[in-house]
C-alpha cells in the first residue's frame, strides 16, 4: 500500500473512532500505530548472496543449486554436484526454509544446496508411517495428514519449516512430555560427502542417525525420512493465569495423559509484572468421532492478530494490550474444541517483521524444571540492563533426549522461547550479542543450556560448557568428512579450524 493511500484510510479510521470512548479509542489507537508502521518493505538479498531468517548474514556464495523434484533424477544430479564441488574446491551446504540464524545453511563461497523442490509424499496408513523428502515444509505434511485422519507426531508449533531442516536442528514444540523430534524417526537415507547413499536407523548406521539429527547439515545430506505419525485428535483448550513461580507446580498438576498439548506464555510487559505473571494453556482430549473432529481451515483474524503482536515494538501500551488479548482470548479465541491439526496450521510469517530496517531474532534456553523460577529471576535482573526489546516468552516442555549425539534435552527441561527486535545495524547485533553472553551466563549458571540454531553470539567459552561433548562431534563430522565438504558458519565459528 502507498504511502497516500495509507494516509487516505487512516484518516477514515480516525474519523470513524472519534465517538469512540476512550477505553475503546486507546487500544484503537496503539493497533493503528502498529499498522502505519508495518510496511512490508523488506527485500530479497542481493544477486550471488543468501541470508537467513535473521537478515544479518547477507553472505556471498558461488551458486544456489535447486535440488531436482523428481527422486531418481534428484539423487543423480545430487550426487554430481557434490563430485564437482569436491573438483572444483567448493563447500557445500544445506538450506530448506532457511529459519536458522546463525549461518547454520550458508557456506561463504561455496554452494547452497536449495532442498525445498524435494518434497514428495507418500502415507503408510496401516503402519502409521509417512515417507516424505527433506524439503516438505510442514505446512504441506499437515493437510496430508489431515485428510487421512492422521497428524505429526512431533514438530515446531509453526509450520514454516521443512522436514530436512527441522531435523537437522532437532527441533521441539508444544507437544508435551515428549523429547524432541529424533523420537519420531523410524529412519532417513543421507547421502555422505562421498555421493554413496546411506540408510541411518536405530538398527542400521547408528552412530550416524544419532550424528545427522541435531548436526546441523555437517555429516550429510538428508534426503528423505520415515516418520511416526498419530492420529488426529479434537482438544478442548483450558488455560490457567498463575505467578511465574507457581508455573513448574502448576504443570506437573495439569498436565496428565489425558493432555496431548501444553505450553506457556510468560507476561513481557516492563516493570512490575515483568516476568512474573503467566498463562498455562492445556489442550484436554475430547474424545470423539472422527466426523466431529473440527475440520482444518485456514487461521482466523490472521490481520489483527499480527498488529496485536507488531503493536508490542518499543511500546508499553503495545505490551500491555497483547497481553490482556492473551490472558482474555488465549490461543484458540475461546473455541470450545480445537483439532491436534489446527494447532500446527498457523505460518511463523503472521508475526514476522516486514520492515527493511529491522528483524526479529529468537532465543531459547533450556532449564532443569525445578530451576525455571531461579533463572527468570536472573533473567529479570538482566532485561532492564540492556537495550532489547522482548516482545514474547513461550515456555514448552521438553523430555530426555536419548537418541542424538549432540543434545540438549538430557534430561526434563523446560524451553524457554524469546523472540526480541532489533534494528538491523552493526550497534545493535553488537548489543545483542552482550545481552546474549549474560543470558547464557545464567541459563548456565542454572544447569542449563542455549539452543544453537540462533545468532552465533555464544563465546566458545561458552559453547563448550554448554555442549561439552562439542570437540567430539566435530571430531567425529572429520571422520565422517574427511574433506570438509559439509561446512556451514556455525562449523567455522566453534570447529576452531
Known amino acids: 500500500m ?6 487516505i484510510w487512516i484518516a ?7 465517538g469512540c470512548t476512550i477505553v475503546v479509542s486507546h487500544p484503537t489507537y496503539v493497533l ?19 541470508d537467513d531468517a535473521s537478515r544479518l548474514n547477507a553472505t556471498r556464495v558461488a551458486e544456489v543449486w535447486p535440488i531436482p523434484a523428481d527422486p531418481i533424477e534428484g539423487e543423480l544430479q545430487l550426487r554430481a554436484l557434490l563430485q564437482r564441488a569436491k573438483t572444483d574446491r567448493l563447500k557445500v551446504s544445506i538450506a530448506g526454509a532457511k529459519h536458522s540464524m546463525g549461518g547454520h545453511t550458508i557456506s561463504p563461497d561455496g554452494v547452497v544446496i536449495d532442498m525445498l523442490p524435494f518434497k514428495y509424499m507418500e502415507l503408510d496408513a496401516r503402519r502409521k508411517v509417512l515417507h516424505v523428502g527433506a524439503g516438505a515444509r510442514w505446512s504441506q505434511i499437515v493437510p496430508f495428514l489431515d485428510a487421512e485422519g492422521l497428524s505429526v507426531s512431533i514438530m515446531q508449533s509453526n509450520n514454516d519449516f521443512t522436514v530436512g531442516g527441522s531435523l537437522s536442528v532437532n527441533c521441539h514444540g508444544w507437544q508435551c512430555r515428549r523429547p524432541p523430534i529424533a523420537d519420531s524417526v523410524i529412519s532417513f537415507r543421507l547421502m555422505k560427502a562421498d555421493g554413496v547413499i546411506v540408510t541411518c536407523s536405530r538398527e542400521e548406521n547408528r552412530e550416524l542417525f544419532s550424528l545427522a539429527l ?35 507446580e502448576r504443570f506437573r498438576f495439569s498436565v496428565n495423559d489425558d493432555v496431548g498439548m501444553a505450553y506457556g506464555r510468560l507476561c513481557v510487559v516492563p516493570g512490575d509484572p515483568f516476568l512474573k505473571e503467566a498463562i498455562l494453556t492445556v489442550f484436554r482430549k475430547s474424545p470423539c468421532a472422527q466426523k466431529e473432529i473440527p475440520p482444518l481451515k485456514e487461521p482466523q483474524l490472521v490481520g489483527l492478530k499480527r498488529e496485536v503482536f507488531r503493536a508490542q515494538i518499543g511500546s508499553v501500551a503495545g505490551k500491555e494490550l497483547r497481553w490482556k488479548a492473551e490472558k482474555k482470548l488465549g490461543e484458540t479465541g475461546k473455541t470450545k474444541f480445537v483439532s491436534r491439526n489446527q494447532l500446527f496450521n498457523e505460518s511463523a510469517e503472521i508475526y514476522q517483521e516486514q520492515n527493511a530496517d529491522r528483524t526479529d531474532i529468537l532465543h531459547e534456553y533450556f532449564v532443569p524444571q525445578d530451576r525455571l523460577e531461579e533463572f527468570l529471576m536472573k533473567v529479570r535482573a538482566i532485561v532492564p540492563k540492556h537495550p532489547v526489546d522482548l516482545l514474547n516468552v513461550t515456555v514448552r516442555d521438553v523430555r530426555s533426549d536419548g537418541g542424538t549425539f549432540f543434545r540438549y534435552a538430557d534430561r526434563e527441561m523446560f524451553a524457554l522461547v524469546m523472540l526480541f527486535n532489533q534494528p538491523r545495524t552493526q550497534a545493535a547485533d553488537l548489543a545483542m550479542q552482550v545481552f546474549t553472553r549474560a543470558m547464557i551466563d545464567a541459563a548456565l549458571d542454572c544447569g542449563g543450556r542455549y539452543y544453537l540454531p540462533y545468532r552465533l553470539h555464544a563465546s566458545e567459552e561458552q559453547f563448550r560448557r554448554a555442549y561439552p561433548r562439542g570437540e567430539e562431534f566435530f571430531a567425529k563430522k572429520r571422520e565422517f568428512d574427511p574433506d570438509g565438504l559439509f561446512i556451514n558458519q556455525f562449523y567455522l565459528k566453534y570447529a576452531g579450524r
Not at 502507498?2 to 494516509?7: E, H, N, P, Y
Not at 512490508?40 to 543468501?50: I, L, T
Open 214 to 248: 541435531g548436526g546441523y547439515g555437517l555429516f550429510g545430506i538428508i534426503l528423505d525420512a520415515e516418520l511416526r505419525v498419530v492420529p488426529n485428535e479434537r482438544y478442548r483448550p483450558e488455560a490457567f493465569v498463575i505467578p511465574s513461580r507457581q508455573y513448574a
Open 12 to 18: 477514515v479510521l480516525l474519523i470513524a473512532i472519534t
Open 32 to 50: 493503528i500505530n502498529a499498522w502505519w508502521h508495518d510496511r512490508h518493505d523488506r527485500a530479497p538479498a542481493a544477486p550471488g548472496q543468501v
Open 2 to 7: 502507498s504511502v497516500q493511500a495509507k494516509r
